[in-house]
């Protein structure tokens, strides 16, 4: 297991909007496909999505519900995504995995509230993947949030152990409800970052007009034991000027580039502003070097960034305006797939349509330059893990494979996402 300590230094938060950055990235749309919000996959719902990832090794890709179980189990869907180099992208799925308690029973409804989902590479190779998973809980029945871990069977596994002023108390401490661990991403050393929606309760207001810049947390988690390493603090402003009245800004994903580096996802929206939801989607990377542990604080308040500690800093690449074509809808997981064969980065976003069967789902495919994504990956003898670049192969998962290749000979149709 490799670790790092987290070096503080005395250098502010960068913040920055500079053309200079969005030039060196050059992040690009590309195109959008979308699942009608009445589809469904071996009968069960296909919406309310709020996390994606794709392991380049297995070839899995996965993405999670964040329906608690009030319209079907708490699930995750397997996917099939494929795109060329002009950007044109199919996706399927033809699988859901319900989570299960260790004796195969369904999991208990109004438990957790999943927002986030990473894939560990199976290990024998071949093998079916682990999946690690933030859930917001249901704090308002006193169910905790927290960060967990599933064998795609689907059964539950235990949770990491996480900081006690991270517990929920109501008005006191803790995440608020429905703005609690949202991110998570798998470090190419198999270390975890994971992170809050909003500030917790005790280190400051949300961030909104008036709030100024609030510290989200983020937990660095050690894989292998479940516990946790350090903590950081991510910088969340309030919206711009040119936002809606009451609009809302909160950190809803991230991705890993690298050990220290994180792309992440921010939106504005207005709360509880309709069905048709007009969110406005920002891209940061995010360099966690430098930044101080900040495990021992119980509490920010009080405390002032670059003298007291010193936050992760963040460089914007994009939005809506800059991306010209990308839809201003709810984007809620974001992960890289595949490189284009002429060596971009691939980054995917879906979004959540709160189980409204009324709104669409929508993939939405971008492209970066100057940026090379790592991953762990099992290594041919097993039992351990080492860092890789991600590359251009793609492929169907083996299981997959064979599962499709037994129901063509016997005659069965594969079954897909059913438009409901």
């Known amino acids: 297991m490799m670790r790092r300590s987290l070096m503080a230094c005395l250098a502010l938060t960068m913040v920055s909007g500079a053309a200079v950055s969005q030039t060196e990235y050059n992040l690009t749309y590309e195109s959008t496909e979308f699942v009608d919000g009445f589809a469904r996959v071996n009968g069960l719902l296909f919406g309310g999505m709020s996390g994606i990832d794709y392991d380049p090794q297995s070839k899995f890709w996965y993405t999670v519900s964040n329906d608690p179980g009030d319209s079907a189990p708490v699930r995750f869907f397997v996917l099939q995504i494929n795109f060329d180099d002009y950007g044109h992208m199919t996706l399927e799925s033809d699988e859901v995995q319900k989570l299960n308690n260790p004796d195969g029973s369904l999991f208990a409804p109004g438990l957790h509230t999943p927002s986030s989902v ?86 400051g207001p949300i961030a909104t007009a008036g709030s100024g810049t609030t510290y989200v947390r983020l ?31 909160s950190l809803v994903d991230f991705v890993a580039v690298d050990e220290d580096t994180l792309l992440a996802i921010e939106n504005i929206e207005v709360p509880d502003s309709g069905r048709i939801r007009d969110v406005t989607t920002e891209f940061y990377i995010v360099e966690l070097d430098g930044a101080t542990d900040i495990m021992d604080k119980d509490s920010l308040a009080g405390l002032e960034a670059g003298a007291d500690f010193t936050p992760v800093s963040k460089t914007f690449i994009g939005d809506n305006a800059s991306l010209g074509d990308l839809r201003r809808a709810p984007y809620r ?33 971008l492209s970066m330059e100057n940026i090379q994504p790592r991953r762990p990956f099992v290594k041919p003898e097993g039992k351990a893990y080492e860092a890789r670049d991600m590359d251009s192969s793609r492929g169907t998962p083996e299981r997959l494979r064979i599962i499709r290749e037994q129901q063509r000979k016997a005659g069965k149709e594969t079954q897909g996402i059913d438009a409901g």
């Open 118 to 203: 990473r894939i560990i590479p199976p290990d024998p190779i071949g093998d079916e993947p682990y999946l690690i998973w933030t859930s917001e809980g249901v704090l308002k029945d006193n169910k905790k949030a927290g960060v967990f871990e599933m064998c795609t069977g689907a059964s539950f596994m235990d949770g990491f152990t996480l900081s006690e002023h991270t517990k929920f108390v109501p008005e006191t401490q803790g995440p608020r409800i429905d703005m609690a661990l949202e991110s998570i991403a798998l470090l190419p050393n198999m270390e975890i970052i994971a992170g809050y929606e909003q500030a917790l309760q005790q280190d």
């Open 219 to 249: 937990l660095h988690l050690d894989y292998f034991e479940a516990n946790q390493i350090s903590e950081m603090a991510y910088p969340l402003e309030e919206p711009g000027e040119g936002e809606p009245e009451g609009a809302v800004r």
């Open 333 to 365: 997981g974001v992960t890289f797939g595949p490189m284009f064969e002429d060596g971009r980065a691939s980054v995917f976003l879906i979004s959540d349509n709160d189980c409204d069967q009324y709104q669409s789902t929508y993939f939405s495919l």
